[in-house]
Nanobody, 124 residues
Framework: QVQLIESGGGLVQAGGSLRLSCAASGRTFNSYTMGWFRQALGKEREVVAA????????RYADSVKGRFTIARDNAKNTVYLEMNSLLPEDSAVYYC?????????????????WGQGTQVTVSS
């Protein structure tokens, strides 16, 4: 069982930066693939980024490549999402997710554990 708690969301102007954190409980954090997803009002949940258990593999949505970076610290049971050059269209509730497995995959359906979400609002 894994419990996930996100933090770091907030209101930022376009062009600004935010860093999201996701703290995970459980003793086998390093055996889980982690992902960040987001859901804007009236839209479906979409993948933002995913990272393999050993942090050797990462995947990003095309819309955030070059602007966002996913990283993990297995010693701290924490995964991060560094978001730079934020755009108004990045506004959404951001969710941290975990799945057992070694490969960074993107479909939300393959993640069994979810955090409660943290709101990110980017003003123009």
């Amino acid at each position: 069982q894994v419990q996930l708690i996100e933090s770091g969301g907030g209101l930022v102007q376009a062009g600004g930066s935010l860093r999201l954190s996701c703290a995970a409980s459980g003793r086998t954090f390093n055996s889980y693939t982690m992902g960040w997803f987001r859901q804007a009002l009236g839209k479906e949940r979409e993948v933002v980024a995913a990272i393999s258990w050993g942090a050797g593999g990462t995947r990003y949505a095309d819309s955030v490549k070059g602007r966002f970076t996913i990283a993990r610290d297995n010693a701290k049971n924490t995964v991060y999402l560094e978001m730079n050059s934020l755009l108004p269209e990045d506004s959404a509730v951001y969710y941290c997710a975990a799945r057992q497995g070694v490969v960074a995959v993107t479909p939300a359906s393959q993640y069994g554990y979810w955090g409660q979400g943290t709101q990110v609002t980017v003003s123009s």
